[in-house]
Nanobody
Framework: EVQLVESGGGLVQAGGSLRLHCAVSGFTFDTKPIAWFRQAPGKERERVSCIMCGDGKTYYADSVKGRFTISSDNAKNSVILQMNRLKPEDTAVYYC???????????????WGQGTQVTVSS
């Protein structure tokens, strides 16, 4: 059974940093895309970053490029999202998700964590 468990969310002031962890179990870790999505109230779920996506490349949404970094810890079967220079508009519930090779949109990802709240105060 595939399981993803997020941790590391919280409340931070604008300009601060948070480090999100996604612990993955139930499949061979380095063979499938794992993405971070976020969803703010009243907004659609947005793909923020992805590892092992599209020919093994790393993806970042334009809104987070240069501020967020995704990485993997294969020994711990976890994916990390380092978020720096946070802005109030980064406030959302952040989810990690896994999907088949080539997955890009939220509908393509079939396994999701429970989410972790990130709140950035101005």
């Amino acid at each position: 059974e595939v399981q993803l468990v997020e941790s590391g969310g919280g409340l931070v002031q604008a300009g601060g940093s948070l480090r999100l962890h996604c612990a993955v179990s139930g499949f061979t870790f380095d063979t499938k895309p794992i993405a971070w999505f976020r969803q703010a109230p009243g907004k659609e779920r947005e793909r923020v970053s992805c590892i092992m996506c599209g020919d093994g490349k790393t993806y970042y949404a334009d809104s987070v490029k240069g501020r967020f970094t995704i990485s993997s810890d294969n020994a711990k079967n976890s994916v990390i999202l380092q978020m720096n220079r946070l802005k109030p508009e980064d406030t959302a519930v952040y989810y990690c998700a896994s999907g088949p090779p080539g997955a890009t949109m939220a509908v393509d990802f079939h396994s999701w964590g429970q989410g972790t709240q990130v709140t950035v105060s101005s």
